[in-house]
């Protein structure tokens, strides 16, 4: 016997949203100005109170550790506001000292760092290098004078007199004993005398007797001996007069750089050591006389072709009397500020460089190159966060220096253990600078979660926001922001509508009829884009004024520039390819709105819905889920709508159904809850059995208890729905539900405001499932009364009773099962009896 038709009661008419809600203007004559022009020049950071506060306190306090990280989106402001703060902070700062590098006369390994006055290090290098100089000319002049020579040959006089007062005394004495002294080529030696005095020949003083020849060979050998001790004299002698010469070549040499010396050492007596470096470097220039003095030779000795270092003032002779200056102040007022772009390692904490001489790597203490820290010292460091981590080792070397308050220039292969070859090792330098990282929110808490110095070295956190209160002062300066980028890139100034269009937009971009977007680097962009459109439209003439048509066409071919694969998708759902339905009304089938990201470029995509029931113990199934194309977000949404039927509908029972939900035509994951109010319509739909009507789609997340919750990316689902529509034909009934937490964030395009005005589109927001429900299916939801009976007819009642019948039939079903189990039971206690035997052989 057939059922008969439940009568329904059709819902009441939904109030729904006009034109003037879906977007808030902003009326031109708020503004007194009649162009940009007029306007003052913006010195206010716009709507980041909150990080202004923050880098004013980082920058103020001296303390350790208090160093920077400013956070937030790109473009809002950030590196400007730093970078304002710096400048004025910095400019009631004291100069910090120059540093230099000069060589370590014992352990030139080691080269020693000095401080010096701002400014004055490039002084003292001159000073140096003039020093050099001097002391070449001073030297050579002290050598080359009269009395160096009188010297020089009453030493060699002496020392001459000395060796001939020997020798003449042993001449002598060999004279006496009829010996005579004679020269060769291995030296001096002793020969017999014949009686006429002449040297005897080997021939006759072999005729001689061998008594004779015995007494010549004693006397020779006693002349030898006397002759080895006349040499060893002479050595000392030779010796002493060396080391007399040597002594009066330091003493001229002494004489000749003193003087030099004590004047620059009277010049430069401020400088702590100085005078300490002075001393050594007079005590080396003695010692090192000769590489001050001419040489005679005018051909410099070579290898290969190539020169070596002489004694002619050649480069590489006198470099150890260099003053490497690595930090130079003379430029600055106040403390510096250093932006690095591009902070390696190296670029970071400084450099040995190395330079190939004959096949070897070499260096030495000019080679030092100062890093970005070195710069920075005493006063303020500015660095890309991402860009540092992204440099082997730079993070390590950053925070070193902050928590050992030191500048020490490594190797970067020390730092990895790979070093091999011979290098510097530089005294380190004190480091009192304040860092400033500028980076995205995630970096931010990713480094206070997993790297524990990082909250002892970065205390102050300037948080940056992306949107701001839109009242009328934001209104104000985000007009006079508009006149800041006009002057400073010299384009076209905006008249009032202009202004009002931008700040419009600066609205939209946020998503907030109350709020404004603070990230100025795309409001930048619109105004420069504004610009163009308006000098292309008139020709590029000089006084032309940007208004809100040039404003408008800017957004519009941004638009057009970025949504080619919006009007693919957009052509394969009106040609049916992709299924979206805008007419007519099914059971358990709705259209859900996403957002698509491509790029820089969002927009919205309709999708189908369906659901369909049957019998079973009450799961929802999420097929997304279980093909794995499901994000936890929205599996977690799903999971919610179990709950909220069996708290509305079978709190006091089971729930006796499955259902299965999908995204038809998904190709991709699905993430997100903003579709689980409208998979939760589905579903009551296919349990009430009343058709949704397809000219509606659905946005909107649930909690268990049926209220719809805000979701993001509104406009873009509104617009992205309504083009769906104008492609497939627009009836003038079709509309779109929203939560209605997310009226404010409505800030729709023109033209779906006026077809809201016309009454061809209409935006339904809803606070509950009861209130989506009766729209969708025209049906009134019903209330429960206080047994918790609702309505005969109603959506809630049907959904009701469709669950009871569910739940009767699981019971019958359980209940014949349990009779089918107690008969095979009973059979099995009792088996037949068995046949007989001329039975058995029948069968």
């Given at each position: 016997m057939a059922k008969k038709p439940v009568k329904t009661k059709a819902a009441a008419a939904p109030n729904e949203l006009a034109a003037s809600q879906v977007y808030r203007i902003c009326d031109p004559g708020s503004f007194s100005f009649e162009t940009t022009a007029d306007l003052p020049v913006l010195h206010e950071i716009i709507g980041q109170e909150r990080a202004v506060s923050a880098v004013d306190f980082g920058i103020g306090i001296q303390s350790n550790?208090?160093?920077?990280?400013?956070?937030?989106?790109p473009g809002t402001g950030k590196s400007r506001t730093i970078s304002t703060f710096l400048e004025r902070e910095a400019a009631s700062m004291p100069t910090p000292p120059d540093w230099v590098y000069v060589h370590n006369f014992e352990q030139a390994h080691i080269p020693n760092a000095i401080r010096f006055p701002p400014g004055r290090a490039c002084d003292f290098r001159r000073d140096m290098d003039k020093l050099v100089e001097d002391l070449q000319i001073e030297i050579n002049q002290a050598f080359e004078g009269e009395e160096y020579e009188e010297h020089k040959r009453k030493i060699t006089q002496k020392v001459g007199e000395q060796q001939?007062?020997?020798?003449?005394?042993?001449?002598?004495?060999?004279?006496?004993?009829?010996?005579?002294?004679?020269?060769?080529?291995?030296?001096?030696?002793?020969?017999?005398?014949?009686?006429?005095?002449?040297?005897?020949?080997?021939?006759?003083?072999?005729?001689?007797?061998?008594?004779?020849?015995?007494?010549?060979?004693a006397g020779l050998e006693e002349l030898n001996e006397e002759l080895q001790q006349v040499m060893r004299q002479v050595r000392t002698e030779e010796k002493a007069g060396r080391e007399s010469l040597r002594d009066l070549d330091k003493e001229i040499s002494r004489y000749a750089a003193q003087h030099l010396i004590d004047d620059l050492k009277a010049q430069w007596g401020e400088v702590e050591e100085i005078p300490e470096y002075l001393d050594a470097v007079l005590e080396d220039v003695v010692e090192n006389a000769q590489d001050f003095r001419k040489s005679d030779d005018e051909n410099p000795m070579q290898m290969m072709g190539l020169a070596l270092p002489g004694r002619d003032g050649a480069e590489s002779t006198f470099r150890?009397?260099?003053?490497?200056?690595?930090?130079?102040?003379?430029?600055?007022?106040?403390?510096?500020?250093?932006?690095?772009?591009?902070?390696?390692?190296?670029?970071?904490?400084?450099?040995?460089?190395?330079?190939?001489?004959?096949?070897?790597?070499?260096?030495?203490?000019?080679?030092?190159?100062?890093?970005a820290i070195h710069r920075a010292n005493g006063g303020f460091l500015i660095m890309e966060a991402r860009e540092l981590l992204m440099k082997p080792y730079a993070w390590d070397a950053l925070k070193r220096a902050l928590k050992t308050c030191e500048i020490r220039i490594e190797d970067m292969g020390q730092q990895v253990g790979w070093a091999t070859t011979a290098t510097l090792d530089p005294e380190p330098l004190p480091y009192a600078a304040k860092v400033v990282?500028?980076?995205?929110?995630?970096?931010?808490?990713?480094?206070?979660?997993?790297?524990?110095?990082?909250?002892?070295?970065?205390?102050?956190?300037?948080?940056?926001?992306?949107?701001?209160?839109?009242?009328?002062?934001?209104?104000?300066?985000?007009?006079?922001?508009v006149a800041h980028v006009c002057e400073t890139e010299h384009l076209p100034h905006f008249d009032g509508p202009a202004v009002a269009r931008i700040v419009e937009q600066g609205s939209r971009l946020i998503g907030d009829q109350r709020k404004l977007s603070v990230r100025f680097l795309?409001?930048?962009?619109?105004?420069?884009?504004?610009?163009?459109?308006?000098?292309?439209?008139?020709?590029?003439?000089?006084?032309?004024?940007?208004?809100?048509?040039?404003?408008?066409?800017a957004i519009e071919h941004h638009t057009y520039r970025s949504n080619r694969l919006e009007e693919r998708l957009r052509e394969v759902i009106t040609d049916g390819t992709i299924m979206v339905d805008t007419a007519g009304a099914i059971v358990g089938q709705i259209n859900a709105l996403s957002v698509t990201g491509a790029g820089d470029y969002s927009f919205g995509v309709p999708s189908r819905i369906t659901a369909?029931?049957?019998?079973?113990?009450?799961?929802?199934?999420?097929?997304?889920?279980?093909?794995e194309m499901s994000g936890p977000i929205h599996s977690k949404g799903v999971l919610i709508l179990a709950g909220y039927l069996g708290a509305k509908y079978a709190s006091e029972g089971p729930l006796s159904f499955n259902a299965r939900l999908v995204f038809e035509q998904s190709y991709g994951g699905v993430e997100g809850d903003?579709?689980?109010?409208?998979?939760?319509?589905a579903l009551l739909s296919a349990l009430s059995r009343l058709p949704i009507h397809q000219r509606f789609a659905v946005t909107g997340s649930v909690n268990q208890r049926g209220q719809v919750q805000a979701i993001g990316g509104v406009n873009e689902k509104i617009e992205g729905f309504f083009a769906t529509c104008q492609g497939k034909g627009l009836q003038?009934?079709?509309?779109?539900?929203?939560?209605?937490?997310?009226?404010?964030?409505?800030?729709?395009?023109?033209?779906?405001?006026?077809?809201?005005?016309?009454?061809?589109?209409?935006?339904?927001?809803?606070?509950?499932?009861?209130?989506?429900?009766?729209?969708?299916?025209?049906?009134?939801?019903?209330?429960?009364?206080?047994?918790?009976?609702?309505?005969?007819?109603?959506?809630?009642?049907?959904?009701?009773?469709?669950?009871?019948?569910?739940?009767?039939?699981?019971?019958?079903?359980?209940?014949?099962?349990?009779?089918?189990?107690?008969?095979?039971?009973?059979?099995?206690?009792?088996?037949?009896?068995?046949?007989?035997?001329?039975?058995?052989?029948?069968?």
């Open positions: 550790g208090y160093n920077i990280f400013a956070l937030g989106p001939e007062s020997r020798f003449k005394e042993l001449r002598d004495k060999a004279e006496a004993k009829g010996y005579t002294i004679l020269r060769s080529p291995s030296g001096l030696a002793f020969a017999p005398k014949t009686a006429d005095g002449q040297p005897m020949s080997r021939e006759l003083f072999n005729e001689l007797p061998d008594d004779r020849q015995a007494q010549i060979n150890k009397y260099r003053v490497n200056v690595i930090v130079d102040n003379s430029h600055l007022e106040g403390a510096p500020i250093v932006k690095e772009h591009n902070p390696t390692f190296q670029n970071l904490v400084g450099r040995v460089e190395h330079m190939a001489q004959f096949g070897a790597l070499v260096t030495d203490f000019n080679m030092i190159k100062a890093g990282l500028i980076g995205e929110p995630m970096l931010f808490y990713l480094l206070s979660a997993y790297d524990p110095d990082f909250s002892e070295l970065f205390k102050v956190k300037a948080d940056f926001d992306v949107m701001a209160d839109r009242d009328d002062a934001n209104e104000q300066l985000y007009a006079r922001f795309d409001i930048a962009d619109l105004i420069r884009e504004s610009a163009f459109w308006a000098l292309r439209g008139n020709g590029g003439e000089q006084g032309t004024l940007v208004t809100a048509a040039d404003v408008q066409k369909t029931t049957r019998l079973g113990d009450g799961e929802v199934v999420n097929i997304e889920r279980e093909v903003s579709a689980s109010s409208t998979e939760l319509y003038g009934d079709e509309g779109v539900l929203v939560p209605a937490t997310n009226v404010p964030n409505l800030m729709l395009k023109q033209e779906v405001r006026d077809a809201i005005e016309a009454g061809t589109f209409h935006i339904y927001p809803v606070s509950t499932i009861d209130e989506g429900i009766a729209i969708l299916t025209g049906v009134e939801a019903g209330e429960a009364d206080r047994e918790g009976v609702y309505p005969t007819g109603t959506v809630n009642r049907l959904v009701a009773d469709r669950l009871a019948e569910l739940a009767e039939k699981a019971r019958e079903l359980a209940a014949q099962g349990k009779d089918k189990e107690t008969k095979t039971k009973r059979s099995t206690k009792n088996p037949p009896a068995p046949p007989e035997d001329d039975e058995r052989e029948e069968e």
